[in-house]
């Protein structure tokens, strides 16, 4: 069993960068993909980005392709995204997702074995 514990997030004005984090409680040795995805109220939960653990190979939402960074501390078993430019349209609950095995369309939520309990981010205009 692995579990994801996520810090980081809270309020920001737009423009401004906020950086989460992910802590995996098991070797990540048994995690292929990990990911980022958030749901804004009365929305679906979308990707935002991901990573496959081994290769380091990296994706994003157009959305928040150039602002948004995805990354990993394999020592520290954590993953990262570090947000900048942020527009208030970023608003929403972000959560981290880990899988067993690599995933082939990494925004499809149900592929993923296990989720963070999930931070608020808020950017205020």
């Known amino acids: 069993q692995v579990h994801l514990v996520q810090s980081g997030g809270g309020s920001v004005q737009a423009g401004g960068s906020l950086k989460l984090s992910c802590d995996a409680s098991a070797s990540r040795f048994s995690i292929s993909s990990m990911a980022w995805f958030r749901q804004a109220p009365g929305r679906v939960r979308e990707g935002v980005a991901h990573i496959y653990t081994r290769s380091g190979d990296e994706y994003y939402a157009d959305s928040v392709k150039g602002r948004f960074t995805i990354s990993q501390d394999k020592a520290k078993n954590t993953l990262y995204l570090e947000m900048h430019s942020l527009k208030p349209e970023d608003t929403a609950m972000y959560y981290c997702?880990?899988?067993?095995?690599?995933?082939?369309?990494?925004?499809?939520?149900?592929?993923?074995?296990?989720w963070g309990q999930g931070t608020q981010v808020t950017v205020s205009s």
């Open positions: 997702a880990a899988a067993w095995q690599p995933v082939i369309n990494w925004m499809w939520e149900y592929d993923y074995n296990a």
